[in-house]
């Protein structure tokens, strides 16, 4: 027999849980105590409503240090900055949406990119989610599946169930990792949310130079470009080779 030693806390603490124009404090509250539960410690606040909170406080319980620890962000840039993947939990169907998946499937790609650098996960308002845009800026989106007949969760009860996930899941990786063999043939480096962002910006800019894209009617164009991006899983060194075409391109 033996005792296996996991270190949850490396991958759990590389998870931000972003929510986005939050109305209510005690959700706030509610959602630190869901996460200071199953171990994770970053929050980002996207424009609340009211932080802090008197009510906050109160529903946080014991995870008021989760509190004091908050990151207040103006936008998505400042919450999403240097992640290498961004998850949006959402239950709104879209026309155009990226890879969905469950809780579970969500919760695995997630620690497996949490291992070296940060993740976000992404919660919209109480009323009315998360918007399309919002939706845009992520890689992937994430449906937790309920009751048909009564599809209603509410906010700290989905935080609760992606960070319980998480929590799992970060259980079984590193289990899985101790059963392998330490030596790996390669690196994996994920690019970055900025390196992301420079590139579609760079991408665009060079499209409408060219005539490709009329900024005045852009239509889906680069969204459909963001969405085809975000299925690759992007490495850095895969980002710098399109950046240094594209500067070769826009030489020209």
Known sequence: TFILIMNLDFPLDH????????SHPGNIGAAARAMKTMGLRSLFLINPKLFPDAEAEARAAHATDILERTTVCTDIDQAFDQTVLAAAVTA???????????ARQGARELIRHAQRQPVAVLFGRE?????SEEVKRCQIAIHIPCNPEYPSLN????VQVMTYELRMESIEQTRAAFRSSP???SVYQPASFNELEALYRHLEILMITSDFLDPQKPKRLMSRIRRMF????LE???VQILRGILTALGKR
């Open 155 to 158: 906010l700290a009860s989905a």
């Open 127 to 131: 009323s009315s989610g998360l918007t």
């Open 183 to 185: 030596i790996q043939s």
């Open 230 to 233: 975000a299925r690759a899983r």
């Open 236 to 238: 850095k060194e895969e």
């Open 92 to 102: 709104r169907p879209r026309e155009l949406s990226y890879d969905v998946l469950d």
């Open 15 to 22: 998870i931000r849980i972003v929510l986005s124009h939050t």
